[in-house]
C-alpha cells in the first residue's frame, strides 16, 4: 500500500514562500507506484483543482494560475515530491494535496494514491 505523506504547510503573507514536501513509501517491488505525481488543491466547498504534475523524466505541467510562480520537482533517491511557491496570493489558500501513479498524469484527479494534506494559509 502506497502512502504520501505531506508537510511544509503553513501560514504565510502575500508575496511570501512555502516549500511543501511529500514523501512516498509502502512501495516494495516497484518505484513505478510513484511514476507519476503531482500536487492538486481544494478550498472547501469547491472542487479539487491540479496545480502541477510531473512524470519519471521530469517532464513536468502547471496550471495557469500558478505558471511562473510555483515549481515542481522531485528527489527519487529520497522517494520525495516537493512543490516551492513563491509570490504567495490570497488565493492560494487550500488543503494541498499529493498523489501518484502509475500509468495517469497530469492535472485531472485520475491518481490512485492520495496524501491526507496540508493546509496552506496566505495572508493580505
Known amino acids: 500500500q502506497v502512502q504520501l505523506v505531506e508537510s511544509g504547510g503553513g501560514s504565510v503573507q502575500s508575496g511570501g514562500s512555502l516549500r511543501l514536501s511529500c514523501t512516498a513509501s509502502?512501495?516494495?517491488?516497484?518505484?513505478?507506484?510513484?511514476?507519476?505525481m503531482a500536487w492538486f488543491r481544494q478550498v472547501p466547498g469547491q472542487e479539487r483543482e491540479g496545480v502541477a504534475a510531473i512524470d519519471n523524466v521530469r517532464r513536468t505541467t502547471y496550471a495557469d494560475s500558478v505558471k511562473g510562480r510555483f515549481a515542481i520537482s522531485r528527489d527519487n533517491t529520497k522517494n520525495t515530491l516537493y512543490l516551492q511557491m513563491n509570490s504567495l496570493k490570497p488565493e492560494d489558500t487550500a488543503i494541498y494535496y499529493c498523489?501518484?501513479?502509475?500509468?495517469?498524469?497530469?492535472?485531472?484527479?485520475?491518481?490512485?494514491?492520495w496524501g491526507r494534506g496540508t493546509q496552506v494559509t496566505v495572508s493580505s
Open positions: 509502502g512501495f516494495t517491488y516497484s518505484t513505478s507506484y510513484t511514476s507519476y
Open positions: 498523489a501518484a501513479d502509475r500509468v495517469n498524469w497530469g492535472l485531472l484527479r485520475r491518481y490512485q494514491y
